[in-house]
C-alpha cells in the first residue's frame, strides 16, 4: 500500500530569519507550497535559490484566513501539514507524523503541542504549558474560518488526535517584533468585534487588559518564567487593550 502523501504549507512575509530552518524541517514532504504576501527582505530570494522545489505563490495580504485558505487550495495532496514560519518540526515528530497517518485508524485533524521560546529562551508557563494547535489534517475536512481574521482555526475539526512529539515554536527573537505583531492581530480582531456588532466599551477595555495580565501572570504561572514572563503578561494585556482601542477607532 502507497503510503499517504502530504502537501506542506506555510504562508509568510519577511521571514529571512526563519525561512531556511522552517523549510529544512518539512523537507519530508510530498509537496511544500510557500505563499508570501510581497515580502521586502531576501525571503523570496533564499526560497529561489536553496529551496527550488518549492511551489511559490504570492498575493497581497487582507488577513490571516484568507491568505491560509488561499494557501490551501494549492495542495494537491490528501494531508496537509499547516506550519507557520517559527516553527520547526523534530526528526520525532516527524517519525510520528508518517507513523501515525499510515494507519488505518488515523484521525482526520491532529492537534500538535508546541515548546514556546522568546528571544530565545524556553518558556515553560504563561499559558504555553497546555499549548495545542492543529496543524496536520486531511484536505477533504480543511478550511478556515472565515469569520475569524486572526487566530483562525478550522471550521470541521471532528475525528480529532493530538501527536505526542513537540513542535517547537521559536515565537519572537525581540520585544520589539512581538509588540508590532501584537498591534497588527490588534487591528484584525478589532475589525472582526465590527463585524460582529460589538460597541466599544471603555470598562470593558480596563477589565480585559486587566484580567489578560492576571490570568496569564498569576492563574498560568506567568511569574515562574521570570522577566520573560512578566514581558508576555503585559503584551498580552495590551493585546487586549488595543484591540478595544482599534475598535474605538473603527466605530468613529
Not at 88 to 108: G, Y
Not at 154 to 171: D, E, M, P
Not at 174 to 181: D, G, H, I, R
Request: with cysteine.
Amino acid at each position: 500500500m502507497e503510503n499517504a502523501k502530504i502537501s506542506a504549507l506555510l504562508i509568510v512575509y519577511n521571514e529571512e530569519k526563519n525561512i531556511t530552518e522552517a523549510l529544512e524541517s518539512v523537507s519530508f514532504a510530498d509537496e511544500i507550497i510557500v505563499l508570501d504576501s510581497f515580502s521586502t527582505d531576501a525571503t523570496i530570494e533564499i526560497i529561489k535559490t536553496q529551496f527550488p522545489q518549492v511551489k511559490l505563490y504570492q498575493n497581497k495580504f487582507e488577513d490571516f484566513t484568507k491568505q491560509r485558505n488561499l494557501c490551501l487550495s494549492y495542495a494537491t495532496h490528501e494531508w496537509i501539514l499547516f506550519l507557520d514560519a517559527d516553527e520547526r518540526i523534530t526528526p520525532k515528530l516527524k517519525s510520528e507524523i508518517i507513523k501515525e497517518i499510515n494507519q488505518p485508524t488515523a484521525k482526520d485533524v491532529y492537534f500538535f503541542k508546541r515548546k514556546f521560546y522568546f528571544k530565545g529562551e524556553r518558556v515553560n508557563f504563561s499559558g504555553t504549558q497546555n499549548d495545542t494547535n492543529v496543524r496536520l489534517f486531511r484536505k477533504s475536512v480543511g478550511k478556515y474560518d472565515e469569520n475569524k481574521r486572526v487566530h483562525e482555526g478550522l471550521t470541521n475539526v471532528k475525528n480529532a488526535g493530538t501527536l505526542q512529539h513537540f513542535l517547537l515554536h521559536y515565537s519572537f527573537d525581540s520585544y520589539e517584533s512581538y509588540y508590532n505583531k501584537v498591534l497588527h492581530y490588534a487591528q484584525l480582531k478589532a475589525k472582526d468585534l465590527k463585524e460582529k456588532q460589538v460597541s466599544y466599551q471603555f470598562l470593558k477595555q480596563i477589565s480585559k487588559a486587566g484580567f489578560n495580565f492576571f490570568k496569564m501572570y498569576i492563574l498560568k504561572l506567568g511569574i515562574l518564567d521570570g522577566k520573560n514572563g512578566l514581558t508576555l503578561s503585559y503584551l498580552s494585556a495590551l493585546s487586549s487593550y488595543k484591540t478595544y482601542e482599534y475598535l474605538k477607532q473603527e466605530w468613529t
